[in-house]
């Protein structure tokens, strides 16, 4: 079975870096894409990001878009989501997620979710 781990949320002041980590079970990480997710209170989640899955031989890769870098490390089945400048926007619970069999982004169906990890920017 597929297990997403989600960590490195926690409060922080506007201004802040943190990096959140997706720890990851049951199957090859790098034949899989990876998304990020985000849901505040009282609002639907939205799409962070997605990290597609890496070529043969390749042991990581890395998006960045504007404040939010993503990035994978297949030989330690970990796919990452740092956030710079954190505003309290950015406040949210972060998932991440994967599809059955989805190589590449956008996730256009999801199968797996992790149980999320809190952010909260507030000064």
């Known amino acids: 079975q597929l297990q997403l781990v989600e960590s490195g949320g926690g409060v922080v002041q506007p201004g802040a870096s943190l990096l959140l980590a997706c720890a990851t079970s049951?199957?090859?990480?790098?034949?899989?894409?990876i998304g990020w997710y985000r849901q505040a209170p009282g609002k639907e989640r939205e799409a962070v990001s997605c990290i597609e899955a890496t070529t043969e031989g390749r042991d990581s890769s890395e998006l960045k878009e504007g404040r939010f870098t993503t990035s994978r490390d297949n030989t330690k089945n970990v796919v990452y989501l740092q956030i710079d400048n954190l505003n309290p926007e950015d406040t949210a619970v972060y998932y991440c997620?994967?599809?059955?069999?989805?190589?590449?982004?956008?996730?256009?169906?999801?199968?797996?979710w992790g149980q999320g990890t809190q952010v909260t920017v507030s000064s």
């Open positions: 049951g199957f090859t990480l790098a034949a899989n894409a």
């Open positions: 997620a994967a599809g059955r069999g989805l190589a590449r982004c956008p996730l256009y169906g999801i199968y797996y």
